[in-house]
């Protein structure tokens, strides 16, 4: 009777064990089916659609783009830059090489044309995207307009800071993380940006504050009447370097002006933008040349700077258009 009553308990509490063991395990299930939506959201998330602001237009993307062209090298550099080479379908109008670290990716990707494409080229190359630095791409006398584009399925991006009066380094930013969101990369793009404001910091630190800002002239082309840089994205490096642009009271990005306002003004720096049918050289030579600007301090003094039109450009070559500028500006501060 004893050996009973010990080989019951013994089993009902084998029993008991039994059943809370099998309980314990089958309360995880729940749990488990719980935990694996937990990584839901994050998808989601990344499948939400991107909303951004470009000009006056609205942009909805749905999905990142996977072939994207771009137009002009500025943009071209800043999808390199992000890591997008990948989702490029072609590319089109260098102004000069591309940036040496850009170099590798770049000749992956197919070049459409030298200049703008036209539009029969571009449709060839099967684009969802479009992105263009300059307005003059979204005409009919080159890819076509954005209408057109949107009509067809394509989605079109104007770089903003290329195309406003007065434009700043933070809008410069600003299409560079509107790229990053429509790319889902926004990571990569507040790491760019850090990286550019980094090295621009450094070089502001060296130049210091100037007691009287040099007067500065941008020469980009013409020979009866220069075309100069007024109030645009040069003139807010030119003052980040330390100088003062002559004309930043021409309330517009890029005006013709007369060489007797040149003269009036008195430049101690001519800034020599490096690009089209004039070489540099050639537009050096015009500037001694003229007898008219013989007694400006800049001539006098030989003091001529040569900034590629790609450095001057609103895009990720900012701090280099900063150290050549200053570097121009002020060598005696530069000389380790």
């Not at 771009?70 to 999808?79: G, K, S, V």
């Not at 102004?95 to 670290?101: A, G, K, S």
Request: aromatic share 8%; net charge negative.
């Amino acid at each position: 009777m004893k050996n009973f009553r010990f080989n019951s308990r013994f089993w009902l509490v084998k029993t008991v064990l039994l059943a809370l063991l099998l309980s314990a395990c089958g309360s995880s299930h729940p749990d488990d089916r719980q935990q694996q939506p937990a990584a839901e959201p994050a998808a989601a998330e990344a499948a939400q659609p991107v909303t951004v602001q470009n000009g006056d237009r609205v942009l909805t993307f749905e999905q990142p783009p996977k072939r994207a062209v771009t137009l002009n090298q500025h943009t071209t550099e800043i999808m390199l830059a992000l890591g997008l080479a990948d989702r490029m379908a072609g590319t089109a109008y260098l102004d000069d090489r591309i940036l040496p670290e850009y170099q590798e990716a770049y000749e992956k990707i197919p070049v459409l044309s030298k200049t703008y494409p036209s539009k029969e080229v571009l449709l060839a190359a099967e684009p969802d995207f479009v992105y263009a630095g300059w307005k003059s791409a979204f005409t009919d006398k080159a890819v076509g307009t954005v209408e057109e584009l949107e009509k067809l399925g394509i989605k079109a991006y104007l770089h903003q800071s290329s195309n406003m009066t007065s434009p700043t380094l933070e809008d410069v930013y600003t299409d560079i993380r509107n790229i990053g969101r429509i790319f889902r990369v926004e990571a990569k793009a507040d790491e760019l940006i850090a990286r550019m404001n980094e090295r621009m910091e450094q070089i502001a630190k060296r130049i210091g504050q100037p007691e009287k800002p040099l007067r500065v002239f941008v020469y980009d082309s013409g020979e009866d009447q220069p075309l100069t840089a007024a109030n645009n994205y040069m003139t807010r490096l030119i003052a980040m370097a330390g100088g003062k642009n002559i004309f930043d009271d021409i309330p517009k990005g890029w005006a013709t002006v007369n060489w007797e306002e040149v003269v009036n003004r008195q430049p101690d720096v001519i800034v020599i933008v490096d690009y089209g049918d004039k070489t540099v050289e050639q537009k050096r030579e015009l500037l001694l040349s003229k007898k008219e600007l013989a007694d400006l301090p800049a001539i006098r003094n030989q003091k001529l700077i040569v900034l590629p039109l790609s450095a001057a450009a609103e895009g990720v070559r900012a701090p280099m258009a900063l150290e050549a500028l200053a570097k121009g500006f002020y060598p005696e501060k530069f000389q380790d």
